[in-house]
């Protein structure tokens, strides 16, 4: 059974949503070279915990940190390090927030310094892809709709959705159902009714689809070595157009890099 949220259920998960967006906010202050990923994992607790949120994934199934942060080859799960960003690299940061006993989640893929233009691509067409599906978010479309729009948008632009990964149902628990596949057939599966809550996230690999789990126990890399992008938005079902309770972070074009930014960091 897929849980359908009531209004009062859904103004929690508003609450919850606006922390999540100041933390991105925050840690988009740190993005440059020569930052340590772990900064930007200490800068994002302090803001979850001053708003009166927790960090969703901190100890979740024992994961040491308040945020993930992968690198390039790394899809989802890195770890926060003392290894700095590096110029050219592309940073994912995925932020889950619980506040009040709701949850919300959100990934947004981040140029460092100046980056590739097929790492551009790459990033321009993940979110693209992400937001098409949103728009299948409809009551009496059929889960697999989302699915299968991000799947034939990705792979227009050649590159490929990662199998092994899901995007999920979410509210009371950081994961519940169902699980929402980045590929598949459309028109079928659950039918979308209103109330229902989803994390959709595709995860892009420039090259193949297949992936490593690392020895942390945590990391995701592609295996070919190739770039990978992932971007993230909670979104609720409504009876007209989809809401997306993380909007507040995705900011247009800037997601691909703070271009200017050039100052080192100071430890």
């Not at 460092?112 to 892809?129: C, P, Q, V, Y």
């Not at 996230?201 to 690392?214: C, D, R, T, W, Y």
């Not at 989809?242 to 100071?266: C, H, N, W």
Request: glycine share 10%; proline share 5%; net charge negative.
């Amino acid at each position: 059974m897929i849980p359908i949220k009531t209004e009062e259920e859904i103004q929690k998960l508003r609450q919850s949503a606006q922390i999540l967006v100041k933390a991105f906010r925050a840690i988009e202050e740190f993005l440059c070279p020569d930052v340590p990923t772990q900064r930007l994992d200490e800068v994002a607790e302090e803001v979850i915990r001053s708003c009166g949120g927790m960090p969703a994934f901190k100890g979740y199934r024992g994961f040491p940190s308040s945020i993930c942060t992968s690198v390039d080859s790394q899809v989802v799960h890195g770890i926060p390090s003392a290894k700095r960003m590096r110029e050219g690299e592309i940073l994912s940061v995925d932020i889950g927030v619980e506040r009040d006993g709701y949850f919300t989640d959100a990934a947004k893929t981040y140029g460092i310094g100046e980056i590739s233009t097929d790492k551009i691509h790459l990033m321009r067409a993940t979110r693209t892809a992400l937001h098409r599906g949103i728009q299948k978010c409809c009551v009496g479309n059929r889960l697999s709709d989302i699915s299968h729009t991000i799947q034939t948008y990705v792979e227009a632009n050649r590159f490929s959705v990662v199998r092994d990964l899901v995007g999920h149902g979410i509210g009371r628990s950081l994961h519940e159902e169902p699980q929402i596949p980045n590929f598949g057939p459309p028109h079928s599966g659950p039918q979308l009714k209103s109330g229902m809550v989803f994390a959709i996230e595709p995860m892009v690999n420039m090259g193949l689809p297949e992936v490593k789990f690392l020895e942390d126990g945590w990391t995701v890399e592609t295996l070919d070595g190739s770039a990978s992008a992932h971007f993230e938005h909670t979104v609720i079902i409504t009876d007209g157009q989809p809401e997306i309770l993380t909007a507040g972070m995705d900011d247009g074009d800037a997601f691909v890099g703070i271009y200017g930014k050039r100052a080192s960091y100071q430890s």
